[in-house]
């Protein structure tokens, strides 16, 4: 999968920049939910799946819970799917999406890495972009299989940011920047790291499947690939000057401008199987 992301998306970047903290970090979820790179990817997570009605499914760190509200459409009235994430006033937003639907769906508070399931409750187990921000990806990997029902499937779906790359001529600010993007994410090799994490959990037939998400829009990467602070990390240890940095952003923008602005991240969607 390798997209150009060529919609307007000015009043969504106006979004992000100007709202409050939890009301910001809600439209970012959106505004990569709704990138056609995102929703494919989504879509090929739930094929995955490979849901049936009355199935039992859990959306592990769900959210805007819109994942959860998608998936009740396979499971159907005699299935459940459960959004879990560790955020009450996440939770409280999806459940606000939720509402007067009639969807056989909850949303219960816990940490992936401590969850307040019995072994073997679930059909199948869904996870994206959650085991980045986690300080023991291995515990969440074993909660999962825990969780889940023998034969049932598991598809993670997470970036390497060691894989962020962006066109730019000065070469070594590039470096130093994307390096403090790196390392400013709890997790940042998780892409690479899925599927050893689900041998050692004990999954069987695992496949991998990369995607790389292109964005030609330079206010866009900046805003989604959080550049600015990791610029400013990058300054901060003194691996780049105050006049790199404003030359830096100064050429991203006058490349958007001149339609010459690339950038690019791979993911990695990864399924197993509980034997
Ligand atoms: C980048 S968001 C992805 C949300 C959702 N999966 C999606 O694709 O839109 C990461 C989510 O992980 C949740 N999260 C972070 N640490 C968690 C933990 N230890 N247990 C459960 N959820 C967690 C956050 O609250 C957030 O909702």
Redesign the pocket.
């Known amino acids: 999968m390798g997209n150009r992301e060529d919609e307007k998306i000015e009043d969504k970047i106006a979004a992000l920049n100007g709202l409050a903290s939890h009301e910001r970090w809600m439209a970012y979820?959106d505004t990569v939910?709704q990138l056609p790179y995102m929703t494919a990817v989504k879509q090929q997570i739930t094929e995955l799946l490979e849901l049936h009605p009355g199935d039992s499914v859990l959306d592990?760190?769900?959210?805007?819970g819109d994942?959860v509200q998608a998936m009740a459409a396979y499971v159907g009235p005699t299935g459940r799917v459960v959004g879990?994430?560790?955020?009450e006033k996440?939770l409280i937003e999806a459940r606000q999406r939720a509402e007067g639907l009639g969807l056989p769906i909850e949303f219960v508070r816990?940490?992936?890495?401590q969850m307040p399931f019995a072994d073997d409750t679930f059909t199948c187990c869904r996870s994206?972009?959650?085991l980045q921000?986690?300080p023991d990806p291995r515990r969440a990997l074993s909660e999962l299989a825990r969780v889940t029902q023998p034969g049932g499937r598991i598809v993670l779906y997470d970036t390497d940011w060691e894989t962020l790359i962006v066109d730019a001529s000065d070469a070594d600010t590039t470096r130093a920047i994307l390096h403090a993007k790196r390392a400013d994410v709890r997790q940042g090799w998780i892409g690479r790291q899925l599927m050893a994490l689900m041998r050692e959990a004990s999954l069987h037939d695992i496949t991998v499947i990369p995607s790389t998400l292109i964005l030609t829009d330079g206010p866009l990467a900046i805003a989604l690939h959080e550049l600015r602070p990791a610029a400013t990390l990058a300054l901060q240890h003194g691996e780049i000057t105050q006049a790199q940095h404003d030359a830096w952003f100064a050429e991203l923008l006058l490349r958007h401008q001149e339609q010459r602005f690339f950038s690019a991240v791979t993911a990695f969607t990864v399924c197993g199987r509980k034997l």
Do not use: F, K, P, Y
């Open positions: 979820l939910a592990a760190a769900c959210g805007t994942d879990l994430d560790i955020h996440t816990g940490d992936v890495q994206e972009r959650m921000h986690l």
